[in-house]
């Protein structure tokens, strides 16, 4: 197969795999991501209306081991209330931080779209810089110039820059939409949590020790 379509051939072949894989890819994890998120939002709507009727610690650990309502807020708030020897300080830190690992957990695989989005049209550009190479190359070897020589080495220059950019816009568009969504998500997560959060009264009382360590205590 080497001997046939020579290292430049060999080269746009892959480059044609490269990209059909990262679109299989994009299209995964498009799909995932934005199930994903729907699913986050539409509990989290739901079960922050139960939460704003149950504001009790022992309801919201309830709430977070079950997972009909295992709401982003809800576990963000149960980092903090699992802390019962903590300080207040600690466990608002707690608090914080789970909501970090909630909107965090949206974000993943964002990334891999992202960097997609980014590298395939320079894979394309790849692809195509070989094609023409590979035409350059027949017109050296037959020492001809007219179109039936270069014309498959042309086509594949342009196969590939197609590709590059097909992968490449609906990862962007992809990329975009989902970003704007988990930023929502991630607004009502934050909002719900500490707006939970300053109605506990495990997260607010008056503690003399709250400078110090739990260890410390």
Not at 1 to 8: A, S, V, Y
Not at 136 to 148: E, L, N, R
């Amino acid at each position: 197969m080497l001997l046939t379509i020579g290292l430049t051939g060999l080269g746009v072949l892959l480059a044609k795999y490269v990209l059909a894989l990262a679109s299989l890819v994009s299209v995964a994890v498009i799909i995932e991501r934005a199930i994903i998120v729907r699913r986050a939002r539409a509990l989290e709507a739901a079960v922050y209306l139960r939460l704003i009727a149950a504001l009790t610690g022992p309801n919201i650990l309830a709430f977070a081991r079950n997972p009909r309502t295992q709401a982003p807020c809800v576990l963000a708030l149960a980092a903090g209330l699992e802390m019962p020897d903590a300080t207040v300080d600690w466990r608002r830190e707690a608090v914080q931080q789970g909501i970090a690992v909630q909107v965090a957990g949206l974000q993943r695989r964002l990334s891999t779209l992202g960097t997609i989005a980014s590298t395939a049209p320079y894979i394309g550009l790849f692809g195509t810089v070989l094609g023409i190479l590979r035409a350059f190359h027949d017109i050296a070897a037959t020492g001809q110039t007219g179109a039936s020589v270069v014309a498959g080495g042309i086509s594949e220059a342009l196969v590939t820059t197609a590709l590059g950019l097909g992968v490449a816009i609906p990862a962007v568009i992809g990329y975009n939409t989902l970003s704007a969504r988990v930023n929502d998500a991630a607004l009502d997560i934050e909002t719900h949590a500490l707006n939970v959060a300053a109605r506990l009264p495990e997260l607010n009382a008056e503690d003399p020790h709250s400078d110090r360590l739990p260890e410390e205590r």
